[in-house]
């Protein structure tokens, strides 16, 4: 939907950097005006909005919003690449959080529904054929499930993976330094793999 303003975006960023990387003084300047660009841009919550920001706001605004002087900038300085730097650098948090969001909202949701577990990614449309991945996650102890159908390289054919994490409950992250529960195995007969799998569910993710 933005894909011209993205692209913008990047360009600007990478004509930026190698520009100033030269001039130590002019690279640290620039590091900073990014970062208080980038942080003014902080509060806007999604990439739409933030393209509907760049699109609608005359050029300098939101730089003096967010306490940036264009003139006082040197003259060496492009400030047209610096705000395309840092609302790069903003899309690019937003893109890392998005995921962290969606596990949120379907852990909010599941829980809201009474649900006792909660299927936080899903990747694949056929799950006897790669790439195919899926963790499904107790709400009460965090406990999950993750099967996978990936490429064996050596046979070219499916190879199913099998094993349980632990995960945060409340943000379905993973827990730092926390082993798997159940190593990973895996199988070449799908029947095996999913038996395996429908075993592992009832005794870790069944009240």
């Known amino acids: 939907m933005h894909d011209d303003v993205l692209r913008q975006w990047r360009t600007g960023e990478e004509r930026l950097y190698p520009v100033v990387n030269v001039r130590p003084d002019l690279y640290e300047t620039v590091i900073r005006l990014v970062r208080s660009l980038a942080d003014h841009l902080g509060s806007i919550p999604d990439l739409d909005a933030l393209a509907t920001s760049y699109k609608t706001t005359i050029p300098g605004e939101d730089m003096a919003a ?21 609302y790069q650098f903003r899309a690019r948090e937003l893109a890392a959080r998005a995921p962290v969001e969606r596990t949120l909202r379907l852990i909010q949701r599941a829980d809201a529904a009474g649900e006792p577990t909660v299927t936080i990614w899903s990747e694949g449309e056929r799950e006897l054929w790669p790439p195919y991945r899926r963790i ?71 009240p």
């Open 66 to 86: 967010a306490g940036i002087d264009v003139a006082d900038l040197p003259p060496e300085v492009d400030f047209g690449l610096v705000r395309d730097a840092a």
């Open 136 to 206: 499904e996650m107790s709400l009460a102890t965090g406990m999950a499930v993750a099967v996978a159908t990936e490429l064996d390289p050596d046979r070219m054919m499916p190879l199913y993976t099998l094993e349980a994490i632990q995960l945060d409950a409340e943000t379905g992250e993973g827990v730092e330094g926390e082993p798997p529960i159940v190593p990973r195995r895996e199988f070449t007969d799908p029947d095996e793999w999913r038996a395996a799998a429908a075993e592992l569910r009832r005794r870790l993710l069944t």
